[in-house]
């Protein structure tokens, strides 16, 4: 079988003792059938023996020097279920990190031991997984590598169990990326599923319009004064925090629709702004116009001001990328903004985006504190918001 580890060119052996271009040159000396260590030599430097020995009293190996090398390989595992199957392919940038370790490991190929060290350690890992994380490849990533998993004296992430085996051995891991391949079949549910959730969300969109639309009407008519001012500060708090979640609504064709969202879209993208986004007159999550609109008894005080200002800044301080974050802000904010309606809220509406932050937090079920776990389900309990904010 070939030698990975000689194959990617880490280290060959070499005649004399001429400097090779970014490679270290480790020498040994031949003593009886073994070699003795002698010198690594750098690569603007010469090896000289002494007077008395000749170049074939020693052997030399060429070690790169190559800060960023890279070697891919592939698995295939089987689900837990053992129905489904899934190819998962892993891309190693590396270099060495100990040269003479790596040669005097070079028979057992150390390239090959880490591709089967990572294996396991992977499969252990992949286990317990649900099908819809394989199916997401950013959340298979983070369960892959970030997963804590027992080293002999507490635990570790099998990101640095594998580093950790890697120096052991002469090579420095820098960096892992995991991507997914899956069966054909299941690439046609995959595409299904996504057509399927871009469908609700249009079909989403459409109907908050349409709400929009006809709250707009009752404002006007067929209310008496008291009744009309108590529903137009609630909608209007309402609709505010939906425009304001409006992160989904990227289709073209409900942009003609809802000019206005533009606006609305770009408020969020300060979403990793620091500090508290509604406190910061407008550098976080709402913009500065939508904060304006808010009935001034509600804005920034009272049990709404209070819970907004919670939420977003609970969400800024999540662990995850600004895609999460602005995906978890927009579920969050849909759902206080149906609770709002109170008795004129949809519970499907409700139920859809109670899911979709559902879904959020299974992707960040490792790093949510239990305080960030039961805010956000606080925020699902839709009769318990509605009493909340009534």
């Known amino acids: 079988m070939a030698n990975l580890t000689e194959q990617a060119n880490l280290v060959r052996e070499t005649k004399g003792f001429h400097p090779v271009p970014d490679h270290d040159l480790v020498v040994f000396r031949k003593v009886g059938d073994g070699l003795k260590f002698q010198e690594i030599v750098q690569p603007n430097r010469i090896f000289k023996?002494?007077?008395f020995e000749?170049?074939?009293?020693?052997?030399?190996?060429?070690?790169?020097k190559d800060d960023s090398l890279r070697h891919v390989f592939h698995r295939e595992f089987d689900y837990k279920d053992q129905t489904r199957s899934f190819t998962l392919r892993f891309a190693l940038i590396y270099q060495v990190a100990n040269p003479l370790r790596l040669v005097e490991k070079l028979s057992t190929d150390p390239l090959l031991r880490i591709e089967q060290e990572a294996g396991e350690t992977f499969r252990v890992a992949l286990r317990p997984l649900d099908w819809s994380v394989i199916e997401?490849?950013?959340?298979?990533?983070?369960?892959?590598?970030?997963?804590?998993?027992?080293?002999?004296?507490?635990t570790s992430t099998n990101l640095d169990l594998i580093q950790r085996f890697a120096r052991k051995i002469g090579i420095e891991i820098r960096g892992v990326s995991v991507s997914r391949i899956l069966p054909e079949e299941e690439l046609r549910?995959?595409?299904?599923?996504?057509?399927?959730?871009?469908n609700k969300e249009i079909e989403q969109v459409t109907h908050e319009y349409h709400v929009q639309q006809v709250e707009h009407k009752q404002q006007i008519t067929g209310l008496d004064d008291g009744q009309k001012v108590r529903s137009t500060m609630a909608t209007a708090t309402a609709n505010?925090?939906?425009?304001?979640?409006?992160?989904?609504?990227?289709?073209?064709?409900?942009?003609q629709t809802l000019p206005d969202l533009q606006a609305i879209k770009a408020g969020l993208q300060g979403l990793t702004t620091s500090g508290s986004p509604v406190a910061s007159a407008g550098t976080g999550f709402l913009p500065p116009a939508a904060v304006q609109q808010l009935p001034?008894?509600?804005?920034m005080s009272g049990s709404l001001g209070g819970l907004l200002s919670r939420t977003l800044e609970l969400v800024s301080g999540l662990v995850c990328g600004p895609e999460d974050k602005r995906r978890i802000a927009s579920a969050a904010l849909h759902l206080v903004a149906e609770a709002l309606r109170?008795?004129?809220?949809?519970?499907?509406?409700?139920?859809?985006y109670s899911e979709a932050l559902g879904q959020e937090m299974r992707k960040l079920f490792r790093e949510l504190s239990d305080e960030q776990t039961q805010?956000?389900?606080?925020?699902?309990?839709?009769g318990r918001l509605k009493g909340e904010l009534a």
């Open 375 to 382: 805010f956000l389900r606080r925020l699902q309990d839709s």
């Open 49 to 51: 023996p002494r007077l």
């Open 240 to 255: 505010v925090i939906t425009r304001a979640a409006g992160e989904i609504r990227t289709f073209s064709e409900v942009r």
């Open 54 to 64: 000749s170049a074939t009293s020693f052997v030399t190996y060429a070690v790169s």
């Open 136 to 154: 997401d490849e950013t959340a298979l990533e983070r369960a892959t590598l970030f997963q804590q998993a027992p080293d002999g004296t507490g």
């Open 296 to 299: 001034a008894h509600v804005a």
């Open 342 to 352: 109170g008795n004129e809220a949809e519970e499907a509406v409700a139920q859809r």
């Open 189 to 198: 549910v995959a595409k299904a599923k996504k057509k399927l959730h871009e």
